[in-house]
C-alpha cells in the first residue's frame, strides 16, 4: 500500500492550493481517508476526513468554509482543495488512510486509526 502526496508550494495569503493523494494497493473495500498537517514545533493534528458511511467529510473548525476534501474513486485519489489560505496554514500536510473494510466507518482525527501514511507535501502561506 502507498500513498503519494503532492501539489504543496508557496503561496500568498488569500491564496489557493489543491493537493493531491494517489492511494494504491487496495483490491476491496472502502477506507476512510484524512489529510493532517503538521506545523514547525506542533503536533500532527487533523484536518479533514471522508468517511465512508455516507461518503461526508468533516472538517477541523480552523478550515471549515475554507478548505474542501473530496475523493475520486475510480482514480484512487484524494484532494484537499485549500482555499483563502493563511499564514497559520503553514505546515506539512499529510494524506493518511486506514484499513479498507466491507462495512461503512465514521472518520475521527485520531492519529492512530490511520495505518498508512503518505510522504508529506509542504505549504508555505507567506507574503
Known amino acids: 500500500v502507498q500513498l503519494q502526496t503532492s501539489g504543496g508550494g508557496l503561496v500568498q495569503p488569500g491564496g489557493s492550493l489543491q493537493l493531491s493523494c494517489v492511494v494504491s494497493?487496495?483490491?476491496?473495500?472502502?477506507?476512510?481517508v484524512a489529510w493532517f498537517r503538521q506545523a514547525p514545533g506542533k503536533e500532527r493534528e487533523g484536518v479533514a476526513c471522508?468517511?465512508?458511511?455516507?461518503?461526508?467529510?468533516h472538517y477541523a473548525d480552523s478550515v471549515k468554509g475554507r478548505f474542501t476534501m473530496s475523493r475520486d474513486n475510480g482514480q484512487n485519489m484524494v484532494y484537499l482543495q485549500m482555499n483563502n489560505l493563511e499564514p497559520e496554514d503553514t505546515a506539512v500536510y499529510y494524506c493518511?488512510?486506514?484499513?479498507?473494510?466491507?462495512?461503512?466507518?465514521?472518520?475521527?482525527?485520531?492519529?492512530?486509526?490511520?495505518?498508512?501514511w503518505g510522504q508529506g507535501t509542504l505549504v508555505t502561506v507567506s507574503s
Open positions: 493518511a488512510s486506514e484499513v479498507p473494510s466491507h462495512q461503512g466507518r465514521n472518520c475521527y482525527f485520531w492519529r492512530g486509526n490511520y495505518d498508512y
Open positions: 494497493g487496495f483490491t476491496q473495500g472502502k477506507y476512510v
Open positions: 471522508l468517511q465512508t458511511t455516507d461518503g461526508s467529510a
